[in-house]
């Protein structure tokens, strides 16, 4: 008998978006990929998700720094408090070289060593408010520090308690929680992501155009004493509907957070919010790519998460008078419908879906008039489980 507890809460979105790069390689070129024999354009999972966490730290009043200057950072806290730069610098560096996280020490252009300068190996990856617990930390052994050498190479000791600096590192709150942490150097700090996003990947083939652009001289131009721009280059751009999938692991969160149903249904609604409203940042001032999705389906499952990316392994065609994100949409209902009669329909605790089209959809579930009437149904049924037997 299937179990009625919610495990998974999966987030399918379209979203067409126009001229763009969201997301560039290493050459500032669009990032593609080959699916289905076809060339789509392609935006990163960590493009995304750092645009999904952004917003989600706004949504939660949270931040989380990921950083290798952590001690900078602290230092330039205890400069604000009115310490010496110098004396703050010495403790920046001595908070940064006091755990298990092995260093190096930053240098000038001229590659000579900057004493108390510590770049931490691994980033770490801590509440924002660990930058004050790390400076208090520091106001308490002024005095241990204003005696103390400088740090002027990876084999120099703080003088600061270890245990102390490393339990500021472990130290977490909701961002943490909802996407984990990769800190293997320090003890227990590691914490499993309750979140899995997807690459998004557009439903049908992309073709990468180049465009190239000129900048006037105003002097030149008002002047016209000579001809031809003041700049010229060129940029890669493409334009396409996106299939973006994620999904919550509900226990996982809870692994992380403890028993605390206010915060979980916190976390999980900004979450869900932020994953679906959110657009990489990348060349916003010169191609402003704020759409909204045009479809969002999310269902509770009770079993595992399930992508519908194989909806569009084999790309979808545009009409004249549909363009994409139309069959899209019918080609990731029709596929949710297969997926449901393979796996059965006792996994899915409650299904739905919010579109800017007026069409039902019936593989995506009930439609909901309202995204925010999705969210509520959705956060509803996955986080208040109806008994056993019983209908969603």
């Not at 806290?77 to 110098?86: H, K, S, V």
Request: glycine letters at 6%; charged letters at 25%.
């Amino acid at each position: 008998m299937t179990s009625s507890t919610a495990r998974f809460i999966d987030i399918h979105v379209l979203h067409p978006i126009p001229f763009s790069n969201l997301n560039r390689d290493d050459a500032n070129a669009v990032k593609t990929v080959q699916w289905g024999g076809a060339l789509r354009t392609r935006v990163s999972s960590q493009c995304w998700k750092r645009a999904a966490r952004e917003d989600f730290q706004t949504r939660i009043g949270q931040a989380a720094l990921r950083t290798r200057r952590i001690g900078e950072r602290a230092a330039r806290e205890l400069c604000e408090r009115e310490w010496p730069a110098d004396l703050a610098l010495r403790a920046g560096g001595h908070l940064a070289a006091g755990s298990s996280i092995k260093f190096e020490l930053a240098k000038n252009k001229d590659k000579e060593i900057i004493p108390n300068l510590v770049l931490t190996n691994a980033m770490v990856y801590v509440p924002e408010t660990a930058v004050s617990e790390l400076a208090d930390l520091a106001e308490e052994f002024r005095t241990l520090l204003e005696a103390a050498k400088d740090i002027k190479k990876p084999a120099d000791k703080s003088v600061l308690p270890k245990d102390r600096i490393e339990a500021i590192l472990r130290s977490r709150n909701g961002v943490i929680n909802l996407f984990g942490r990769m800190l293997a150097e320090v003890d227990e700090a590691g914490v499993d992501g309750a979140v899995q996003v997807a690459h998004a990947l557009t439903t049908h083939t992309t073709d990468v155009e180049v465009d190239y652009f000129s900048a006037v001289d105003d002097i030149t131009a008002a002047w016209k004493d000579s001809t031809g721009s003041g700049h010229m280059g060129h940029a890669e751009y493409s334009a396409g509907t996106f299939y973006r999938f994620a999904t919550v692991d509900l226990r996982d969160l809870t692994a992380n957070i403890g028993d605390e149903p206010d915060a979980l249904r916190e976390l999980t609604a900004a979450f869900l919010s932020a994953f679906i409203e959110s657009v990489p940042h990348a060349k916003k001032n010169s191609t402003a790519p704020h759409t909204l999705p045009s479809l969002i389906h999310l269902s509770v499952r009770t079993d595992r998460p399930v992508s519908y990316a194989a909806a569009f392994e084999k790309p979808v065609h545009a009409t004249e008078t549909s363009g994409f994100a139309e069959p899209s949409a019918n080609h990731l209902s029709a596929y949710a419908q297969a997926a449901n009669a393979m796996l059965g329909n006792a996994r899915i605790l409650t299904s739905g879906f919010f579109s800017i089209d007026s069409k039902d959809l019936p593989g995506l579930g009930i439609r909901h008039g309202s995204l925010d009437e999705l969210l509520e149904t959705t956060l509803a049924r996955a986080l208040n489980p109806a008994p056993a037997g019983t209908s969603a």
